[in-house]
């Protein structure tokens, strides 16, 4: 038997998994890594210290196939940035989407119209995530740095580099740069002008199925790998966890709540929206990847469990509460923005709410209220794509949040649409495997992909709740919009004051 | 030795106390009855059970006494409305200030005017709680029953006439009436023609220091009465819980909070507020006491204790958990506007809302910020106050909530002003007390009130605290504003599902 494994390169840590020939899963290892954060803003990780990881990951599950690895394919975070010198040395760490010091670069942006022309150009939301915000930021704050880089790469292609030597990059993660032109899936010149870069330092494009035979022999030896093992270049997580849940066109959206979520789905052809909600991050040139980032998924419910509740009240405690009072929470509305927010509301300044409190309101009721903001909000970040491109027919989810029957009974209450949970979890190593099969002419179509999915369970929205829902939501906005014109002097107030949380 | 007894017949219990002739506190009996709310917004009592209550008790004082009472002074609740027929018997129960059935009737008035008119004249703030609002209400709703009663009286009235068969109200306690003219101190023709009464069918009006000598014989001897015993008529609870703080003037505000609370002062002539925001009852014709009444105070924390926190952890717990970080509450702000509010913003739709969470939010800040939003909210109610007359120099502050040295700081540190606190917290009974000496000759001014209270400790504001509170309570009024256009709609969505708070 031959293996391949999956690797998923994300931000608190690396997962590989080892797929055999048929496409099933057996083993599975996880390395996390810290966030650097010396600074306000920062959130950095060291290339090194993942390189490691990765190392110690890939050792492992090949010991485990007998060194019988086909392929090594990739799924990574998004949106990272690292600087290398003309000897492709480190000059910086990778500088994570988490990373938010390019705020007041992304306010000038969006003041002078550059932001616009940007969104427009490639796709890329307005927000420091971005490489592209990154890179503007760095040109005017550590100019000597920016002129000293002679490359800038993602975390993905620095690890590859690592091992093979080379410095590629698949189409849909560049897109997540903000540098690649949407119609011509290239680099984009204008904005390439903007930065004073040439494309010889930015990593070569390609398919996500591009394979790369040459590996380093060093780590052939070292990591236990065969002589015809190689590296398929893989893609960026948020394609491959949309592919990797078998939603291929827009009759579909991918909802994926974990820590953060997202929600996304596949067009065919360029969708921007004039509003600026959603990303648009192309495959290829006939499929391209829509949708919005959520920072407050089950962070918020984490957050909730161990503030509202007691820390030793568990997740399952905290459903099992909610579940006693019904939908509603009583007219009680919960903004789940404690982190901010990206989509659908982009606004880095927003803060948590509770609004309608009455004295009836008891701890059921406010739990309820924490998990149904957070379905809201998630519903508001799909409204913006469905606006554009109409309602899929079914909504397909995964992630740690939606690990219930309640949670996902209450998705489809609140998107109205029928819900279907999924067995296997994760999608993204699931894709970037599929990807190897795809290079290796295992498989030959992308819709086969299809085939190695496992789905749980359909709910169907329940009529009463979605009537009840149906008054609350606009509701939810409502509020939220007029609290909205407060969150800058609230968020003011709590820069200026970073002692008042603790005495 | 001899005695006088001070009663104090509140909403949800009748206390009374015995003092002795050099105005010392002896014994102190409180007896409690049940509110009557069958229907929504109902709030009724039943006079008979609280004329039970109160023979019980000056039963129970006398005992104590020997029977050498020199006189039974009263304090009482205000705005309650009792319909007697032509023989004088009970066609109603006794319509309490809680009751909000008149809402509707309310609007109406706003909306024609009428309201405003009846406020000028009267000094009555535009509430459901006012007899005023409660007979039109009657007149409209159940004419049958207006056209049927010949006499309307409030509580204390009721419960002095069973005694002596005479009708009398003080002018403090028929100003809460909204019929009382605040210049002519007698009952207002006009608004009396809007209700098609006369004169005769309201008490005869006269003052607090009002001796009636006979008592029935019945209750004289039923009672354990001496043949000497007589009624002060004593007033409403609002003016004498200001004047058993010794606040006389408006150098001095009382502050009380209980379950609600109520910022009150006394003035020299009439203040009528533009934006109706407080009420002026006349006590007589240089005296005039002006405040707000606030319905979210101890309740609140109660509330809050129970639900945010556990049933099982006590105030002091809750108050030491809130010490523990420091103020401001790490910008989150909390609206106490859970049982809708009167003073300041006069909104029966308002909300409880928390508004400025973020991540770093855990429950010491919570606890704490419970606390910082009652006590800007009476700040706000003050404030209404302030504008019209200045501020003043010292808070007298009373009442459960307001217990703890950490309370009290932080209303220091929040009004910044200095903050007495009393030790006697029955102050309405003790004015009551001394309404009777006045009346007996034992003493002959209202300032030698004075001589019978007893102060605690005074708090000082804190400078660090009060510029985070200065910087802090205008967003706390911004936010407030911004949310308050919600509010009717978040109501309308309780009212439309009442069954939303339990399974
Ligand atoms: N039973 C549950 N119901 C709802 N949420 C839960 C439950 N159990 C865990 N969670 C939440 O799920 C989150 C973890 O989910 P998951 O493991 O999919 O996230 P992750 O992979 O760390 O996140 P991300 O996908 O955003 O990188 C946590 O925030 C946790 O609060
Ligand atoms: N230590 C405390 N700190 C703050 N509030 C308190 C404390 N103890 C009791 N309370 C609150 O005080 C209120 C009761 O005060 P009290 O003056 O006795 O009220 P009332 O006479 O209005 O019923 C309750 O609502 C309770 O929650």
Redesign the interface.
């Known amino acids: 038997m031959n293996y391949i494994i999956g690797m998923d390169v994300g931000t608190t840590a690396t997962k590989g998994v080892l797929y055999d020939e048929n496409g099933s899963q057996i083993f599975e290892m996880c390395i996390p890594y810290p966030l650097i954060q010396d600074e306000i803003g920062q959130a950095e990780e060291d290339p090194e210290v993942i390189f490691d990881a990765v190392q110690q990951i890939i050792y492992k599950l090949s010991q485990k196939a007998n060194g019988k690895i086909l392929a090594i394919s990739w799924s990574s975070q998004m949106h990272s940035l690292i600087g290398l010198d003309e000897n492709k040395k480190l000059l910086t760490n990778s500088i994570t989407w988490a990373d938010n010091r390019a705020e007041e670069t992304v306010a000038k942006a969006k003041a002078t119209g550059l932001a616009q022309i940007i969104y427009l150009h490639t796709g890329i939301p307005i927000h420091p995530m971005a490489p592209v915000y990154k890179l503007l930021w760095l040109k005017e704050n550590n100019h000597q740095l920016y002129k000293k880089a002679k490359y800038w790469i993602g975390i993905k292609d620095y690890l590859i580099y690592r091992l093979t030597g080379e410095i590629w990059e698949d189409i849909p993660m560049a897109a997540g740069s903000g540098m690649l032109n949407l119609k011509t899936l290239t680099w984009d010149k204008e904005i390439l002008a903007q930065l004073d870069l040439d494309t010889e330092q930015l990593p070569k494009l390609t398919n996500p199925t591009q394979i790369i035979s040459w590996i380093n022999d060093e780590y052939r030896q070292k990591l236990n790998l065969n002589s015809n093992t190689v590296i398929v270049l893989g893609a960026s997580d948020g394609y491959l966890s949309t592919i990797g849940v078998a939603v291929l066109n827009k009759n579909n959206f991918a909802l994926n709540v974990g820590t953060s979520g997202a929600v996304r789905t596949l067009v065919n052809k360029p969708v921007i929206d004039k509003k600026t909600r959603f990303f648009c991050y192309p495959a290829n040139n006939n499929s391209y990847l829509i949708g919005g980032p959520v920072n407050n998924g089950g962070?918020?419910f984490e957050?909730a469990r161990?503030?509202?509740f007691?820390a030793d009240e568990t997740a399952e405690d905290f459903l099992n509460i909610a579940q006693?009072?019904?939908?509603?929470?009583?007219?009680l509305?919960f903004h789940p923005y404690?982190?901010g927010e990206r989509a659908p509301i982009w606004n880095a300044d927003a803060?948590?709410?509770?609004?309608?409190?009455?004295?009836?309101?008891?701890?059921p009721?406010?739990a309820r209220s924490v998990i149904e903001g957070i379905v809201f909000n998630l519903l508001g970040a799909s409204h913006a794509i469905t606006e554009n491109i109409g309602k899929p027919q079914t909504i397909r989810v995964t992630g740690g949040f939606v690990k219930s029957n309640f949670v996902r009974q209450m998705l489809a209450n609140v998107f109205n649409l029928p819900v279907t949970a999924l067995k296997n979890n994760q999608s993204g190593t699931l894709a970037a495997m599929f990807l190897a099969r795809l290079a290796l002419g295992m498989n030959h179509e992308l819709n086969e992909i299809g085939n190695f999915v496992k789905e749980d369970k359909v709910y169907f929205p329940n009529d009463k709740d979605v009537k009840?829902y149906q008054?609350?939501i606009p509701?939810y906005h409502?509020?939220e919009k007029?609290?909205s014109?407060?969150y800058q002097?609230?968020a003011a107030?709590?820069t200026?004051?970073p002692?008042?949380?603790?005495?």
Do not use: Y
């Open positions: 962070i918020i957050w161990k503030t509202i007691n006693t009072v019904p939908a509603g929470s009583g007219g509305i404690l982190g803060k948590g709410s509770f609004v309608g409190l009455t004295r009836n309101h008891t701890k009721q406010i009840i008054e609350l509701i409502e509020v007029e609290i014109h407060s002097k609230i107030f709590q200026r004051h002692d008042l949380f603790t005495n």
